[in-house]
């Protein structure tokens, strides 16, 4: 899974929810990850902040690249972008979200190779995932128009319940089962471990999940087949208020990259994130200089 470094804003200490939501670990990945109510009660639209980098024995570099997140007025997050300078020309990596009723995501769009990879989901009487859709989008270069939009896969889900477990089926475009996927909870409700198999080749993966003293997330953990140390493994520190500060990227044990989220001591906002990797040393700060609000 690739971790997505992002924006994390905190409100101020009168509001009793974290802005970042993690309990499966989706804080920074491309899943919207942003706590709607907090978002919507402080009444906020966008979020923006700049990059700068720092490479060892060197002073902090100034960028004209930058980030944003934008939300509609119900605390949704609508869209990320993502503005980097690449062999000296300005690539941007654009997400864009749309909800439904029932605030469930039902349209995830990416842009990749020159468009848009376009997932569209639905939803079965029981707010469970039914059918995922995959479509490839064609867009004008200046304009952004969608020019043409094909359908390239789709993908239908079923489910078995047992006690403490939650068996998610996964089918092919022909209908037919290719993947299982078992959630394991303990009797408390927590997450703590997913099996996947592949039926055909019966790879088989795991990630299993910990928790601290206040049943927030404390490390996710990939594993393939058989092995005793985690592919991927992510850990995860809290402050006293329970808003994520740091979270430490490992692979088969070596640590690969960390990101450390800096609040202002007078406002407890958001000052800057860091992302360090850990082998060259070098920083990528994001330091956030504009916020708008709805009126």
């Known amino acids: 899974m690739k ?57 902090i570099k100034e960028s004209t690249d930058w980030f944003r ?19 000296r020309k300005k690539d941007t990596t654009v997400h864009q979200y749309s909800y439904n009723s029932l605030n469930q995501l039902t349209e995830h769009r990416k842009t990749e190779n020159g ?10 009487s029981l707010n469970r995932l039914q059918t995922e859709l995959t479509y490839r989008e064609v867009i004008h270069g200046q304009s952004k128009q969608v020019l043409q939009s094909n359908l390239v896969n789709t993908e239908f889900f079923q489910y078995v319940m047992r006690p403490n477990e939650r068996e998610q089926v996964r089918y092919n475009s022909y209908r037919l089962p290719y993947m299982d996927e078992v959630s394991f909870f303990n009797k408390d409700g927590y997450l703590i471990e997913k ?14 999940f910990s928790y601290d003293e206040h049943g927030l997330l404390a490390s996710k953990a ?20 329970g808003n994520l500060i740091e979270v430490h990227y490992f692979r088969y ?32 700060i994001l330091r956030f200089t504009k916020i708008t609000y709805y009126k």
Not at 33 to 48: A, L
Not at 69 to 87: A, H, K, M, P, W
Not at 115 to 124: A, E
């Open 3 to 59: 971790i997505a470094f992002g924006i994390l804003f905190l409100v101020p200490l009168f509001c009793n929810s974290q802005i970042l939501l993690n309990q499966e670990g989706e804080a920074f990945t491309e899943t919207p990850f942003f706590n709607v109510d907090v978002i919507r009660s402080n009444h906020i639209k966008s979020i923006e902040g700049n990059y700068s980098t720092k490479k060892p024995g060197e002073v």
């Open 69 to 87: 997140y934008r939300f509609d007025e119900q605390g949704r997050l609508l869209e990320s972008q993502d503005i980097r300078t690449v062999n």
């Open 115 to 124: 468009g848009y990879t376009t997932s569209k989901y639905v939803y079965d």
């Open 195 to 208: 099996k996947t198999n592949y039926r055909m080749s019966s790879i088989e993966h795991s990630t299993k």
């Open 222 to 241: 990939h594993f393939n087949d058989q092995d005793v140390i985690a592919e991927q493994e992510w850990k995860y520190r809290y402050d006293t208020f």
């Open 253 to 284: 044990g070596q640590l690969q990259k960390d990101l450390q989220i800096v609040f202002d001591t007078k406002t407890q906002l958001l000052g800057s994130t860091i992302q360090r990797d850990v082998e060259t040393n070098f920083l990528l």
